[in-house]
């Protein structure tokens, strides 16, 4: 029997750590996991409650708005416009995606089919080399291991020299798995570039409240003249801490909302009711959560990155996401990252991501994410201390 969707793909690199864990944990060894980024803090109490009152009404229990009840909606375009001073229409110009995963999948379908090309940087986090790949489209991944500079040079020349030219160009900054964040003038130049060529851009902006050092990421709506061009993914699961809530959504151009509007009118009848209700409670009344939320994050980044320097690990500390992009220390290096990562699970209890599950040019590097507190963190890199023999 053939499965057309998912034939070719290759096999989940991170789900041999996964078993390596969990095979550990079966025989009572402790195992710090900082390889799947699953965030653990809390969601806003205030949330939680609303949540609690809302589903016990039960008007709440019916099918709700494909698109996201209209107050939920305003209440991400209020957010854009204390947050970023971008100014967008709930009515056309926003629709509520069921996570970011599900709306970036399906914003493909309705950008790209077969015949058409799209650009993606390479590492990159899964879902964007392979939803243009679900909707049958060719996917061209441009480095991103030289920084943004040279990734857009790059991103030039394949848009020059291979054909058929793309429809669409899929970035994300702060950048998972590398980290890697832009300014506002990057963006410009970007969006520049779109305009001029007429292809859409789709900026996943996953880690958008997630950062450091006095750097704030920009919105690609930001620049004058995106929203010619160009949509957001804006989501809760990090800014909020609500992952498990699947709230997010598709901003920006208001014909691709509306074309992803009218899919998902076709594909589902919206997040649970009393959701969207929490939902708007917490970018309403909670509106500084996230930076609760990122202080966390912010401690946990330096005890991470403090710790690995003094083992003799050298790493640079990320201004954005809640991750780690390590190049794997010299002396391990020709081990590669699948065995690199799962020879840190034998030997060292910490559980890590190998890099070349985000693509070509990921093998020289592991990420970890910042999912335990700071003295779990401790433990792991004075584990790693005792594994790495020959720092």
Known sequence: MEFRRITGLPPYVMAHIDALKMDARRRGEDVIDLAFGNPDIPSPDIAVEKLAEAVRNPRNHRYSASRGIPKLRLAVANLYLRRFGV?????????????????LSHVMWVLVGPGDAAIV????????????????????RISLIGGEEQFFA????SWENDWPRPRVIVVSFPHNPTTTCVDLAWMTKLVDFARENDVVLVHDFAYSDTSFDGYQPPSILQVPGAKDVAVELYTMTKSFSMAGWRVAFLVGNAAVVQALTKLKSYLDYGTFQPIQIAAIVAMNEAPDYPKVVNEIYHGRRDALCEGLC????????????????????DPYREMGSLEFASFLVRDAKVAVSPGEGFGPGGDDYVRFALIENEQRI?????NLRRALTKL
Request: proline share 12%; aromatic share 10%; no cysteine.
């Open 310 to 329: 003094r083992i003799g690990w050298d790493v640079e500390k990320p201004k954005g996401t809640m991750f780690l992009w390590a190049p794997i220390p």
């Open 87 to 103: 100014e967008l229409d709930p009515e056309t110009e926003v629709v509520t995606t069921i996570g970011a995963k599900e709306g």
């Open 154 to 157: 790059n991103l030039v020349a």
């Open 121 to 140: 940087p390479t590492p990159s986090y899964p879902i964007h080399i392979y939803a243009p790949l679900f909707a049958g489209a060719e996917v061209r």
């Open 378 to 382: 401790g433990q792991a890199v004075r």
